[in-house]
């Protein structure tokens, strides 16, 4: 039971997509508020315009746990928690589903249903066990196509007064939309930036992230350079290599022109699997071979050592499930670019399945008891 809560949830909720920035900042000050957060639910549960976010389920794996959230309109999320020696990393969800649709990531399949409020984004963070020492907004969604939200969220998570978390342990991972990249260039916000790049020509990019089309890459890569310029740190890039598509001699070349010499990191990204079949995982040979060649070309180069695969927790695995009427949502066959791909159109709703199959379990996790998952 949680004693002296000196902010009443009529005080708090004025704002219908989450809490205003003094207020969440009153909140986060009470040092209780993961405690506070549940209290507060469990009081307005039956009511949907408060925008708390409850577990629904906690899928465990080694040092890997996926968090399924439920939100007060039923929609799902998930949400990473990822235990290191030095603390744990939280990988927040920034939208109910992705309207990027990036053929390889299962989090775009059934398309874009709705951005999190920032609340329902710091939520993530506090609810998760363990003391975070880092945030990663690598989860669900396009983090700068819900860019207000995302600010204010790292706005609240970085206040003094409240959890005071140091912004340089903040990470944005982005596909780059690029009126959002110069206007996160002007922040006041020494954040870690992450490009997903995953091609060198414009081609190869809008086949493999369709809704990217419109930005011209060459512009999308130059902008990550100016981000890097103006707040003089590291920028990383991250590549998924995928054989026969992007891993050929001209996509070093390209790569080298681009980023030698210049303050970048090379993440290569390995498939982790979804429902795609366009796409091939390479070989630990293959990643070391073309990180190798990157090397050669004078770049610095790190192959990411992906978690929680065996919970389906990994980067693109994330998915919603449910809709807001509780009902799964099927993915229906779509051709892009000549690549065939698993996914539904824009909406989210219109391929609900009328059955009662439901992917998760009734939660085990009642009352703040947590029960293993049944995956
Ligand atoms: C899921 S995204 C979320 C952040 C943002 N939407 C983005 O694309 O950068 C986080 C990272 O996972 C990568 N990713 C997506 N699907 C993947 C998959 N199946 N295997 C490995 N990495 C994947 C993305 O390319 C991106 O670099
Ligand atoms: S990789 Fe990122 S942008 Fe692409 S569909 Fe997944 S979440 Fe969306």
């Not at 390889?104 to 020492?133: D, H, M, W, Y």
């Not at 609240?156 to 990470?171: H, Q």
């Amino acid at each position: 039971m949680v004693k002296n809560i000196s902010v009443q949830p009529k005080d708090i909720y004025k704002d219908p997509y989450g809490y205003t920035y003094s207020e969440m900042v009153s909140v986060l000050g009470e040092n209780e508020a993961g405690k506070i957060y549940r209290e507060l639910y469990s009081r307005s549960k039956n009511t949907d315009k408060y925008r708390t976010i409850t577990i629904k389920e906690i899928f465990r794996g080694v040092d890997t746990q996926k968090y399924a959230f439920e939100l007060s309109d039923g929609y799902c999320i998930e949400t990473v928690s990822i235990r290191r020696k030095t603390g744990t990393t939280v990988c927040v969800s920034t939208m109910v589903g992705c309207p990027v649709g990036c053929i390889f990531c299962a989090s775009g399949e059934n398309g874009f249903v709705r951005n999190l409020t920032p609340s329902e984004i710091v939520q993530q963070v506090i609810l998760v066990k363990g003391k975070v020492n880092r945030i990663v907004f690598m989860g669900m969604g396009e983090p700068l196509f819900n860019y207000d939200n995302v600010i204010k969220s790292i706005h609240i998570l970085r206040d003094r007064k409240g959890i005071n978390f140091p912004t340089d342990g903040i990470t944005i991972s982005t596909t780059g939309p690029l009126p959002q990249m110069k206007k996160l260039r002007e922040e006041h916000l020494k954040i870690q930036l992450t490009l997903s790049l995953h091609a060198t020509n414009q081609r190869t990019r809008d086949s493999i992230m369709p809704h990217m089309k419109g930005y011209d890459i060459d512009e999308v890569v130059q902008s990550v350079l100016s981000y890097s310029e103006r707040h003089n740190r590291s920028v990383t890039i991250a590549y998924l290599l995928i054989p026969g598509i992007n891993d050929r001699e001209n996509d070093v070349k390209q790569l080298g022109k681009w980023f030698r010499d210049k303050n970048v990191l090379i993440n290569l990204l390995q498939y982790n699997e979804t429902d795609c079949k366009a796409v091939r995982r390479p070989n630990k040979q293959e990643l070391v071979a073309f990180r190798d060649k990157l090397n050669k070309s004078g770049l610095t180069v790190k192959i990411r050592e992906s978690r929680g695969g065996n919970i389906k927790a990994a980067c693109g695995q994330l998915v919603s499930r449910l809709n807001r009427h509780n009902e799964s949502v099927v993915p229906k066959k779509i051709h892009i670019a000549g690549l065939e791909k698993e996914s539904s159109n824009n909406d989210g709703y219109s391929n609900r399945l009328k059955s009662n199959k439901r992917p998760y379990t009734k939660s085990k996790i009642r009352n703040g008891k947590k029960g293993e998952s049944s995956k």
